[in-house]
């Protein structure tokens, strides 16, 4: 089952949100969760925390990042296990105030001791390490990973062995010291190593080289705390396999699963010259079931203004229950006459149809969605009054808009996930060969070392949004940002789409098949090893260069961006189209002319649709087919695969013809099947002119049987509307019949 579903079913008794997460940058801890409500998402903590505080923010006043949680039922299995454990470990402090207290000290202290083992990575590059030997001699040990922690350590790791222990691990001691031999070559000194020389490619890495020792060298003058080096044992946590016994209450977190999560997060760089840091970093994410996270983006930047004017754990949690809270009491509104109908469709059928829709123009939707008088987007009424704002405009209620039936994949729609952007930046030529890494499952990496986390999450969500829909499950292998700590997250999935500020993911080959810099706005393809400029659909397994399919949609993308403000609708239109006369081809139901182009077609798309059948999407496809037969209120599949054929054919027999419009007429009756007919014939595809055109056929027969269904279509509540929207040629056709 694919999931699908309407927001204002049982609207009362369902969340808009699951979780706010309200994480920080600490001097002494780095990246760490300040705060979770209502629950924890059961998510590892200091990962979660490095998803929140995204590398680089330092650099900048904020930012935004999109990040899912669960991706699949062992990851989210993992995750409850650990919910449970983090519940029950807090709920076991409350409760008992002098451990809670004792604890507190204890991580206090071990904070001062690791002080200088600070866990935020800012910077990653390789280089050549040397050892300097007894002989007075620079001895080669070849190429290592050179990691740098924000203000404590670095460390040096074997090329090819990344999940392995560190060779060295540099510390801030009082023996450290360094000397830059020559440009591009640095020495250093420790207690733990014989003296190390580093052979740095760029003088930028050089500069932030030195900058890490020099920052070390002032933290081992600071004076250290003999009360923190004491007890060896610091570090043990309390038991988490006893509290909830001890304190009688049940765990509230149910054993069911938790759900596939879309968190949108703002992180916030405050300067505050009274820290020790100089500024203040706090990020705030909210984690739904529903895809549109992107409504709340107004929300987070009220609430984190609100938070960082906080101080404590009780005020934070209960600044984030306020957030839980204003959210999911929302209410829908609706206009009168644009309420709902009571209708035996089911929420699947609703929905599948609506995904369906999604490939019609804003015209087309609009008209469909007033047939069925069921609007496609609700509005959510919720009042956010946050502390000391609520006596301000932050006291009305917000208004925020939502789609009744969310595509699971589409993300962040709007501005802030734009297929038109991605076209702008690398062209078109690039940009296809960019979506078809993503159609065939292929691996794709966007980087960027000088853009915004939310510029490289954009581009992710975007590459998404070429294949979804009529494709879905993108987003479980998607990463719209991430880092080097999150490696092991990512390299294990298929087909893996990803965002990073990284540098080292351009000189990983073995990581990726396709990487997109957003500094230069270059697509280099792994196999080729060169620009993928030179050639039009060069990678990812996609057909030859010069097809005629490529050829047309490079036009008809091209003519889409010259839309004004359509232009995104106009370029979603053309993707949603041209994604599915592919998939059709490779499901054998596609419609030619001819079967000479119809061998053309199938042979020149012969490798990407194969490996395609190959990536999570085609599971997903074959499982939604599969429903939209059960769901589907139009019986037999005759009906679509005639309408393909009025498109596409010109040497359609009379009889033919005759067969064709008594199906139509038989099989239409109801406006649930009247909707369903609509949905094959976009309006990007013509609309209703393959049908209406046979109003002029030569045929009498086919004349009198092309009228017979407009009027049935006339007959059916809500549809006149349709017959009049025929250009007046073709209803002048209709209503000539008709006398």
């Known amino acids: 089952m694919s999931g699908e579903y309407s927001i204002l079913d049982n609207f009362d008794k369902k969340k808009l949100v699951e979780n706010v997460v309200l994480a920080e940058f600490d001097i002494d801890r780095g990246a760490s969760i300040r705060c979770q409500y209502p629950l924890p998402t059961g998510e590892d903590e200091q990962h979660l925390a490095e998803m929140m505080l995204p590398d680089g923010v330092h650099n900048r006043k904020e930012d935004w990042t999109v990040f899912f949680l669960n991706r699949d039922e062992k990851v989210a299995a993992e995750n409850l296990q650990r919910a449970k454990q983090q519940w029950e470990k807090k709920e076991f402090l409350k409760r008992n105030p002098e451990v809670a207290a004792a604890q507190a000290k204890k991580q206090e202290l071990i904070q001062q001791r690791e002080r200088r083992k600070v866990a935020l990575r800012t910077e990653a590059f390789e280089a050549l390490v040397y050892e300097l030997n007894n002989e007075v001699e620079w001895v080669s040990k070849g190429k290592v990973w050179v990691f740098l922690f924000e203000m404590g350590r670095i460390e040096l790791k074997d090329i090819n062995k990344m999940d392995s222990e560190s060779r060295y691990t540099i510390n801030a001691t009082a023996q450290l010291d360094y000397a830059s031999m020559e440009s591009l070559y640095s020495c250093t000194y420790s207690d733990s190593y014989p003296p190390l020389g ?348 010069g097809s005629k399919l490529d050829v047309e949609v490079v036009e008809k993308l091209s003519s889409a961006m010259n839309g004004g403000s359509n232009s995104e609708d106009n370029v979603r239109v053309v993707m949603r189209n041209y994604v599915q006369m592919i998939l059709d081809i490779g499901m054998n139901v596609e419609e030619f002319k001819g079967e000479a182009e119809r061998k053309i077609a199938v042979e020149m798309n012969s490798k990407r649709t194969e490996q395609w059948k190959k990536s999570n999407t085609y599971e997903y496809y074959e499982e939604d087919l599969a429903l939209w037969v059960k769901e589907r209120k139009i019986e037999g599949g005759d009906v679509p695969l005639y309408v393909r054929r009025l498109r596409v054919k010109k040497d359609i027999s009379d009889a033919e013809m005759i067969k064709m419009f008594d199906t139509f007429t038989k099989d239409i009756s109801t406006e649930e099947q009247l909707l369903e007919f609509l949905s094959y014939m976009p309006e990007s595809k013509g609309g209703l002119y393959p049908i209406a055109v046979s109003l002029y056929h030569s045929s009498a027969d086919v004349r009198r049987r092309a009228a017979e269904l407009f009027k049935r279509l006339d007959s059916i509540s809500g549809s006149s509307s349709l017959l009049q929207g025929l250009n007046l040629f073709l209803y002048s056709g209709f209503l000539r019949q008709c006398t």
């Not at 930047?301 to 005020?315: G, K, M, V």
């Not at 956010?384 to 993300?411: C, F, Q, V, W």
């Open 198 to 545: 580093l052979r740095l490619s760029y003088l930028e890495q050089q500069n932030h080289y030195t900058a890490q020792i020099e920052a070390m060298i002032q933290i081992s003058n600071s004076p250290p705390n003999p009360e923190a080096d004491l007890d060896p044992s610091l570090e043990a946590d309390i038991p988490t396999n006893t509290p909830t016994a001890q304190v009688n209450i049940p765990c509230p977190i149910p054993d069911d699963l938790p759900p596939f999560l879309y968190c949108l997060n703002k992180v916030v760089n405050k300067s505050d010259n009274t820290v020790r840091r100089g500024a203040v970093v706090k990020a705030l994410a909210i984690c739904s079931r529903h895809s549109f996270v992107h409504i709340y983006r107004p929300l987070l930047i009220l609430a984190l203004d609100h938070i960082q004017t906080l101080s404590n754990s009780t005020e934070y949690e209960a600044a984030l229950k306020e957030i839980y809270d204003s959210i999911n009491n929302a209410q829908p509104s609706l206009p009168p006459s644009q309420n709902p109908k009571k209708s035996s469709l089911s929420s699947v059928y609703n929905s599948i149809m609506y995904r369906r829709l999604e490939s019609q123009s804003k015209s087309g939707r609009a008209a469909m969605s007033n047939i069925y008088q069921t609007p496609m987007e609700v509005d959510l009424l919720l009042t956010y009054t946050p502390g000391d704002l609520s006596h301000t405009a932050a006291n009305s209620k917000m208004k925020l808009r939502a789609p009744i039936y969310p595509i699971e994949d589409n993300i962040g729609l709007g501005e802030h996930n734009q297929i038109s952007q991605l076209i702008t930046r690398f062209g078109v030529q690039n940009f296809l060969t960019i979506f078809n890494a993503a159609l065939t499952g292929k691996r794709v990496v966007f980087v960027g070392k000088h853009c915004t986390s939310e510029e490289l999450s954009n581009c992710v969500l975007a590459t998404i949004s070429t294949v979804c829909p009529p494709l879905r499950g993108v987003s479980k292998r998607s990463f719209p940002y991430t880092n080097l700590a999150n490696l092991a997250s990512f390299l294990g999935i298929p087909g893996y789409i990803i965002g990073t500020a990284n540098p080292i993911f351009e000189e990983r080959k073995e990581w990726w098949d396709l990487l997109c810099n957003l500094d230069t706005n270059k697509v280099l393809d792994s196999e080729l090893d060169k620009n993928a400029n030179s050639k039009l659909g060069s990678s990812s397994g996609n057909i030859g260069p």
